[in-house]
């Protein structure tokens, strides 16, 4: 029996050291090497794939938990006007929109504001009229926003209140004033961290990491 195990032993040793086997267990490691990196190309490929609609569920997501917000707000201009009132407040707006830059615009806006000063709408009109504007009129249009209309929401869901701050943050850092940026990044950080854009990123994210 012992003499048995011994040659099984030596037996096994030298097959181990043929070259022919050894070559035969150099190229199955080879093939499953090549086949790793295969299986780990497809799962980037795929998870590249999946990244996308992962960030567009996101969106979509937030969007939807905006909506319901928005729906509210409108029900309740409907609730306070007439209709042929909303049409003449989004017909005042259109031409503010239309028309922007000329005194007929101005009127208009100005026009709105004075009659119809809390309906939804308005507080868009005016966030829309601020991003066309530039230097200080722009600069008050955006802070108008903040208090004012800072409860207003755009149907995608974007906050007149928030994306104002965002927007006139930007503009304060664009300048070197720091200090008001850094003031109005921590209100967006706190008080509307789940704020988003157009786009439906938030706008937490879109703080740039090197500010305050």
Known sequence: ?????IAGILIYSLAASSPL?????????ARLTQR???LEKQVQEISQLVQPLKAQQAI?????????????????DQARYTPEQLREAEGLYQIANQKWGTPEATE??????KKYPDINRTGCAM??????????????????????????????GVQVGAYARFLLAEDCRSKSDDKKAAALYAEIRTKYADAIDHGGQ???ESIKPDSK
């Not at 979509?60 to 309740?76: E, G, Q």
């Not at 208009?108 to 504001?113: E, F, G, N, V, Y």
């Not at 966030?127 to 995608?156: T, V």
């Open 36 to 38: 790793v990196a295969q």
């Open 127 to 156: 966030l829309y009229i601020a991003q066309k504007s530039q230097g200080n009129e722009r600069a008050k249009y955006l802070q108008d926003c903040i208090e004012k209309f800072g409860d207003c929401m755009y149907g995608d």
């Open 60 to 76: 979509d997501d937030r969007r939807k938990a905006f909506r319901d917000t928005f729906d509210k707000k409108m029900a309740r």
């Open 108 to 113: 208009s806006l100005q026009a709105m504001i």
């Open 21 to 29: 086997i050894a070559q035969t267990n150099s190229d199955e490691v």
């Open 202 to 204: 938030l706008l937490v």
């Open 1 to 5: 029996m012992r003499n048995t195990i």
